[in-house]
């Protein structure tokens, strides 16, 4: 009856939710489960977050103020840092960070942490859900073995586990925590039936599977055809250099095609915590089992050579109006990984600025979503009088191609331009000192 009796608790929205982890999942995963009537309790290590939370600010750009303070005010969220808390509740949602480790192997430090922290309040009729992107096995074998370590409740039967991945897209508006389809899978069926009827109290499509690893893997499948792809133009945008061919009209001419081909559009590297780094899971997970995932290993490298490659053209560039790189003043529009938030996670923007910096440029940055970045240990700030900026420069790089940027200003006071992401676009098209990726 231990299943019957939670699902019904959870249907009637009686069941007390924990999400471990505020960040880029954790919080709008907070919010949408709110939205639907539960109790929310956010637990994070850093005391600045629940404090923001509590008082109902938003450090998300997917979250507004209004959106958190209505729910800190009804008394639907709230936050700690107390794992304790987790004796009253009745469904876990884990939505840690699983980074990479210089050496290429999964840091698991995050997820081993909040399934120690769970064990203890571990109790029966308790679900627990890891959304945070791990290789296949992980759940079964590496958090499943934590929470029971020191406790007798058999899983799917006294208490339940499964794995779905968080397929969140920071900055759409299109598709949602709410809207994105859900896929889940659970220990056992058992496991599967509570985490279904769970989600879909709040998420408006659930996909069951029939496995913790087929769930697994199937995130990892999004974001290794994503990067795979990507790599796949990165690279046709250096053939088409050498061949003197305009990739981007390459691309838009293969797209008109209405069946059999999927658009990708090349850029300076891959950014975000997931593509660039969700596929090296699966490669490393390959390799214990001694298989070499070959087009994992090509495409990472061909996306990870990528900043080198936007350096030299922006040397190229200078060096077509006889001016050396060095002692150059280089204008980055754009840092964060992608148009129009402040994410910085893996922005290739942070590896131009260094690699131009090591070349003995003088490097500034322009991007109205982040005032402030930290190269190496030293802070760099917004450049925020930009007409004036690119008047000086003898080089502006298009980076990231947020909206807000007025690309008709910006060909008007530039002296020499390099677009990595096409967003002159018409404006430029016949101008000479427009260089495109």
């Known amino acids: 009856m231990v299943k019957e009796d939670l699902i019904q608790d959870i249907q009637k929205k009686r069941a007390n939710i924990a999400v471990i982890g505020m960040g880029y999942v954790g919080l709008p995963l907070a919010v949408t489960f709110a ?4 109790s929310v309790t956010g637990i994070d290590p850093i005391q600045e977050k629940v404090d923001m939370v509590n008082r ?10 209004a959106q958190l303070r209505k729910h800190i005010d009804n008394g ?10 987790l004796k009253e509740i009745d469904a876990v949602s884990i ?26 309040y571990l109790h029966r009729s308790m679900i627990v859900v890891l959304e945070s992107s791990t290789y296949p096995g992980t759940t079964r074998e590496f958090v499943l073995p934590k929470l029971i370590a020191n406790t007798n409740l058999k899983v799917g039967a006294d208490f339940f586990l499964a794995f779905s991945p968080e397929r969140v897209d920071p900055g759409r508006t299109d598709y949602t925590t709410y809207n994105t389809p859900k896929v889940v899978g659970g220990i056992t069926q058992a496991c599967t039936d509570v985490a279904v009827a769970w989600y879909q109290q709040a998420i408006e499509t659930v996909v069951p599977v029939s496995s913790t690893e087929v769930a697994e893997m199937a995130k990892l499948l999004e974001n290794t055809f994503r990067m795979i792809n990507i790599s796949m133009v990165n ?17 838009d001419a293969a797209a008109t095609k209405p069946f059999g081909f999927m658009k990708f559009t090349p850029g300076p590297g891959l950014g975000g915590h997931c593509i660039p780094v969700d596929p090296l899971y699966l490669s490393w997970k390959m390799k214990t089992l001694n298989y070499t995932a070959r087009f994992i290993e090509l495409a990472s490298e061909i996306n ?8 030299s053209r922006i040397q190229d560039a200078l060096n077509r109006y006889k001016k050396p790189l060095n002692g150059s003043k280089i204008l980055i529009l754009g840092v964060s990984y992608k148009p129009n938030i402040n994410d910085m996670r893996e922005s290739p923007a942070l590896d131009i600025i260094h690699l131009l ?37 003898d080089l502006v790089a298009i980076i990231t191609n947020h909206d807000k940027f007025d690309y008709k200003l910006i060909l008007e006071k530039s ?11 018409e404006i430029g098209k016949n101008d000479m000192k427009v260089i495109k990726l």
């Open 35 to 38: 939205n639907a009537g539960f």
């Open 56 to 65: 109902g600010e938003s450090y998300i750009s997917d979250i507004s103020n």
């Open 76 to 85: 639907r969220i709230r936050a700690t840092t107390d794992y304790a808390t």
């Open 95 to 120: 939505c840690v960070p699983t980074p990479l480790r210089k050496t290429g192997d999964p840091d698991m430090s995050f997820i081993a942490q909040a399934s120690e922290d769970i064990a203890p």
């Open 235 to 251: 690279e046709l945008a250096q053939m088409c250099e050498r061949l003197d061919v305009d990739v981007w009209e390459v691309i």
């Open 304 to 311: 990870t050579s990528m900043p080198r490659y936007v350096v």
């Open 357 to 393: 910096r090591e070349k003995g440029a003088v490097v500034a940055y322009n991007d109205p979503y982040v005032p402030e970045i930290e190269i190496e240990g030293a802070q760099m700030f917004s450049e925020k009088e930009l007409s004036t900026f690119l008047e000086k420069a």
């Open 415 to 425: 002296q020499l331009i390099f677009d990595a992401r096409n967003a002159m676009k």
